[in-house]
């Protein structure tokens, strides 16, 4: 039998760190992962380079930058572990940085400069790795204080504490699983309904065609979805593809629209559409796209007036409903996805392990020595380095706690 004080299933990024920070504060800890190659998501993270944290996270207000049905629950976590924190770690390992925008911190150089410093940070704690090994089976029993035990294809192993860091369901192809919403099922603990986030919306029939012909366009829009209370926008970059809309913009509301909602996008934010054509039609004779395309891309402005004899004039032609009407369309065009690319598009999983039934501070479960770290859990942030610093900041919190 393998006895240790801490076993980690998932080597990850909350895995990984959580191992070593468990390791160098003097703790026998085994890392367990079913995957040959390690923390796949972290090597394809910010294309290649890792946008490993993000600068502008404010620890004090994390429901700003997360999604959960508790999204106050990463406040503890967050705001002992900071990405100061995690910033003075990296240059301790030497690896050169940038900000690209709005905070977000990416590696100078490849993404493996991560993985090989938290491998580095877990040889210095004494971490013992099985990879590639599957856990069969996972049982507890109450006697001396209570214990799991593992069987795994290495053989069986013991420990007071286990630490489930098996992230999400998105990715599949890297080996993403649900091992994690399995154990806690186990164990009588709840869990949110899992749902792709930080995804590509889609869209259904004939009424997308005029649009499909726009893929690859990009342009900095508004976008929100929900009412009042949950009301949320975003002001980022929208991409369209040939089966919907991407982007940042898109991957940052697919965490907050719910199916059937409808998204609202101003593609000119900023900019009075109406009071633009209005001007233009006391002074100019050019084709209304010609002028359109002044204050939007020539393609948008082009699909946009589309075959509407009452758009294909000049401007100082027009109607005024009808250049109100392509003004309101521009500004608040309304769409409904019919769905979203899915797991294997979606950066994150959101909903998971119910935080009602962990501790903020330790992020132990109900269940006695039962822990769960990163994407596992009801917890889910931004695009641009969030969800990483949720990763390090909820291992470190478990570590301590271990």
Same mark, same amino acid.
């Given at each position: 039998?393998?006895?240790?004080?801490?076993?980690?299933?998932?080597?990850?990024?909350?895995?990984?760190?959580?191992?070593?920070?468990?390791?160098?504060?003097?703790?026998?800890?085994?890392?367990?992962?079913?995957?040959?190659?390690?923390?796949?998501?972290?090597?394809?993270?910010?294309? @290649?380079?890792?946008?490993?944290?993000?600068?502008?996270?404010?620890?004090?207000?994390?429901?700003?930058?997360?999604?959960?049905?508790?999204?106050?629950?990463?406040?503890?976590?967050?705001?002992?572990?900071?990405?100061?924190?995690?910033?003075?770690?990296?240059?301790?390992?030497?690896?050169?940085?940038?900000?690209?925008?709005?905070?977000?911190?990416?590696?100078?150089?490849?993404?493996?400069?991560?993985?090989?410093?938290?491998?580095?940070?877990?040889?210095?704690?004494?971490?013992?790795?099985?990879?590639?090994?599957?856990?069969?089976?996972?049982?507890?029993?109450? &006697?001396?204080?209570?214990?799991?035990?593992?069987?795994?294809?290495?053989?069986?192993?013991? $420990?007071?504490?286990?630490?489930?860091?098996?992230? @999400?369901?998105?990715?599949?192809?890297?080996?993403?699983?649900?091992? @994690?919403?399995?154990?806690?099922?186990?164990?009588?603990?709840?869990?949110? &309904?899992?749902?792709?986030?930080?995804?590509?919306?889609?869209?259904?029939?004939?009424?997308?065609?005029?649009?499909?012909?726009?893929?690859?366009?990009?342009?900095?829009?508004?976008?929100?979805?929900?009412?009042?209370?949950?009301?949320?926008?975003?002001?980022?970059?929208?991409?369209?593809?040939?089966?919907?809309?991407?982007?940042?913009?898109?991957?940052?509301?697919?965490?907050?629209?719910?199916?059937?909602?409808?998204?609202?996008?101003?593609? $000119?934010?900023?900019?009075?559409?109406?009071?633009?054509?209005?001007?233009? +039609?006391?002074?100019?004779?050019?084709?209304?796209?010609?002028?359109?395309?002044?204050?939007?891309?020539?393609?948008?402005?082009? $699909?946009?007036?589309? &075959?509407?004899?009452?758009?294909?004039?000049?401007?100082?032609?027009?109607?005024?409903?009808?250049?109100?009407?392509?003004?309101?369309?521009?500004?608040?065009?309304?769409?409904?996805?019919?769905?979203?690319?899915?797991?294997?598009?979606?950066?994150?999983?959101?909903?998971?392990?119910?935080?009602?039934?962990?501790?903020?501070?330790?992020?132990?479960? +109900?269940?006695?020595?039962?822990?769960?770290?990163?994407?596992?859990? &009801?917890?889910?942030?931004?695009?641009?380095?969030?969800?990483?610093?949720? $990763?390090?900041?909820?291992?470190?919190?478990?570590?301590?706690?271990?």
């Amino acid at each position: 039998m393998n006895f240790f004080d801490a076993i980690i299933i998932g080597a990850g990024a909350a895995g990984l760190f959580c191992a070593a920070q468990a390791g160098q504060r003097g703790r026998r800890v085994l890392l367990i992962d079913h995957s040959e190659r390690i923390a796949e998501k972290i090597r394809i993270s910010g294309g @290649g380079r890792c946008n490993f944290t993000n600068r502008d996270l404010d620890p004090r207000a994390p429901q700003k930058h997360f999604v959960g049905e508790n999204p106050n629950f990463c406040r503890s976590a967050l705001s002992r572990y900071t990405p100061q924190q995690f910033v003075a770690l990296i240059e301790r390992h030497g690896i050169a940085y940038h900000e690209k925008h709005k905070g977000q911190l990416f590696c100078d150089g490849p993404s493996q400069q991560i993985i090989d410093m938290l491998l580095a940070e877990c040889a210095a704690g004494g971490v013992t790795r099985w990879q590639p090994c599957a856990v069969r089976g996972v049982t507890h029993t109450p &006697d001396d204080g209570g214990r799991y035990r593992l069987e795994t294809d290495r053989g069986p192993a013991e $420990a007071p504490r286990l630490v489930i860091a098996t992230g @999400g369901l998105s990715i599949p192809q890297l080996g993403a699983s649900d091992f @994690g919403y399995r154990i806690a099922r186990q164990f009588g603990l709840r869990v949110v &309904d899992p749902r792709p986030a930080l995804v590509p919306l889609t869209f259904a029939g004939d009424g997308w065609a005029p649009y499909a012909s726009l893929a690859g366009l990009a342009l900095p829009v508004q976008i929100e979805t929900g009412a009042k209370k949950e009301r949320m926008v975003f002001l980022e970059d929208l991409l369209f593809t040939h089966r919907g809309l991407s982007g940042p913009a898109v991957l940052q509301i697919s965490s907050y629209w719910r199916e059937g909602a409808p998204l609202r996008i101003d593609f $000119a934010p900023g900019t009075d559409i109406a009071a633009a054509l209005g001007e233009a +039609k006391a002074r100019s004779r050019k084709r209304i796209a010609n002028e359109l395309a002044t204050l939007v891309p020539s393609r948008l402005a082009d $699909a946009w007036v589309g &075959d509407d004899p009452a758009l294909q004039r000049p401007v100082n032609e027009a109607a005024d409903r009808s250049l109100a009407q392509l003004a309101e369309r521009i500004a608040r065009w309304q769409i409904t996805p019919n769905g979203t690319e899915g797991y294997k598009k979606a950066e994150v999983t959101a909903g998971g392990v119910d935080t009602r039934a962990l501790s903020s501070q330790t992020l132990e479960s +109900k269940q006695p020595g039962l822990h769960f770290i990163g994407e596992t859990v &009801d917890v889910t942030g931004w695009l641009g380095g969030y969800n990483f610093q949720w $990763a390090w900041a909820s291992a470190n919190a478990c570590a301590e706690a271990l």
